[in-house]
């Protein structure tokens, strides 16, 4: 029997609070659980503006902006993230967003993903022919180090024994309650309308 239960697992484990799947939130060491949902990601291109108050903000574009269309999303109150060595605007990076069951959490998430090999090793594997059908098995992300420094690893696995049910039922009742990912582009709750 573990000693942690579900609910403190979620709690300590980083990454997978709210609706979203972070990558970059996972602690070193640590991996997460998770299904995917659809096999047609939402494809864009993001950038991180800035308020004077320091809070930070994603824009998101469906094509690769150029640097008047970001300022223009922005406006007056937003302004564009500066790279690490805070010479330049960092650029807008091609991401996906895709709706996943995250174990852990037992929930539907929206797992971003603009890591290249986290993008490219899940390309590699849907190309696999034991794979063709993605949505057939689990997948585990795993993390080792912090900044600059980090590697990520992803594999697939067999179906969790027993969690379809469970799957099926989260993946309906976010659809029922108004699930659209494409609200991610508007800046809007995809998990509702407002």
Excluded at 25 to 40: E, N, T
Excluded at 136 to 142: A, Q, S, T, Y
Excluded at 159 to 169: L, P
Aim: with cysteine.
């Amino acid at each position: 029997m573990p000693f942690l239960s579900q609910k403190a697992v979620s709690a300590v484990a980083g990454g997978t609070g709210g609706g979203y799947l972070n990558p970059s939130k996972i602690q070193s060491g640590s991996s997460v659980r998770f299904a995917l949902l659809s096999d047609q990601p939402l494809e864009f291109y993001e950038c991180w503006g800035e308020a004077d108050d320091g809070s930070l903000k994603p824009f998101r574009f469906s094509e690769d902006p150029k640097s008047d269309d970001i300022e223009a999303e922005m406006g007056p109150d937003y302004t564009r993230r500066q790279n690490r060595d805070g010479t330049a605007p960092e650029p807008a990076k091609f991401a996906l967003a895709v709706p996943v069951y995250n174990f852990e959490t037992e929930a539907v998430q929206i797992m971003q993903l603009s890591q290249k090999s986290i993008i490219r090793e899940l390309d590699g594997i849907s190309q696999m022919e034991d794979y063709a059908n993605l949505l057939e098995h689990d997948f585990v992300l795993g993390k080792e180090g912090n900044g600059l420094n980090t590697e990520y690893s992803l594999r697939p696995v067999p179906r969790k024994k027993g969690s379809e049910k469970a799957i099926g039922g989260a993946w309906t009742e976010a659809q029922e309650s108004g699930f659209d990912i494409g609200r991610l582009l508007t800046g809007e709750n995809p998990f509702k309308a407002d």
